[in-house]
């Protein structure tokens, strides 16, 4: 008698990326070459750029989270259709994609969003949960490297100041749009590195360690969890918490050789209505 593994009886087309992200993927693409042509209105061209590359991490995101409890245990991500890369599939559409995207707008933030659900009475040990919950602010330090890769090796302008205090921008100047808004999606990915592994209830920081609470700790921590991030939030805008939040993103941004005045232009091109 041959055994069949369990994991054999799902079809390989939930594997599939879907044609929704496949579309995100040629937005990004398209709007890509036409921010580093300068065609048309950059504004837009960048707008286009940085919101479908987020709106990328985001599925990947989610997709690291359901991959890792697939292979972790539970089999029914793939029945929701979680392993396709589908952001529509996702248990909060509204929260997970439209608020995220709005807050990039309004505030320039790697804002997280929970969006798969994960049957955890199928996941059998501590450390399997904790690295579901790890798997998905891991992809956003990988992308986070990822993007910087051309900054690190120097093929981004500069801004250099001569000898009577004028800034000016030198090297890759002619594309500058385009370092812009690349800039601004690798400090959107460290934003978004940093907040999910704040061990905050409700945040991928918090789940990673929730599992080695006692029952008891675990309740409670659980009961929090719904309003963790309306407190992070809060806190963020309205606190010291925020500038100290921002003087270490500004900092590993700049370790990664990703220079704030250039996301900060990207942020400026982002809002082309402004």
Known sequence: MTYEPVYARTPRSAFIPSPVFVGIVAIFVVSGVLTWTRFGNVGIDVFLFVLSGWLISLCLHEYAHAVTGYFSGDLSVADRGYLRLNPLKYTHPLLSIVLPLVVVILGGIGLPGG???????????????????????????????????PFLAGLAPELTQDVTGRYTVSGSAEHLEFWAALALLAFLQVTASVLNLLPVPGL???????????????????????????????????????????????????????????????????????
């Open 115 to 149: 969006a798969v659900w994960i049957d955890h009475q199928h996941i059998r040990s501590r450390a399997k949960a904790s690295l579901i919950s790890a798997a998905g602010p891991l992809v956003n330090v990988v992308l986070g490297l990822v993007v910087a890769v």
């Open 204 to 274: 991928d920081g918090g789940n990673i360690i929730a599992p080695w609470f006692s029952p008891a700790y675990q309740r409670a921590w659980n009961m929090v969890a719904p309003w963790g991030f309306l407190i992070l939030f809060l806190l963020l805008w309205q606190t010291q918490v925020g500038d100290w939040f921002f003087t270490m993103v500004n900092w590993i941004a700049e370790l990664i050789s990703v220079p704030t005045w250039l996301y900060a232009y990207g942020f400026e091109l982002l809002r082309f209505w402004s």
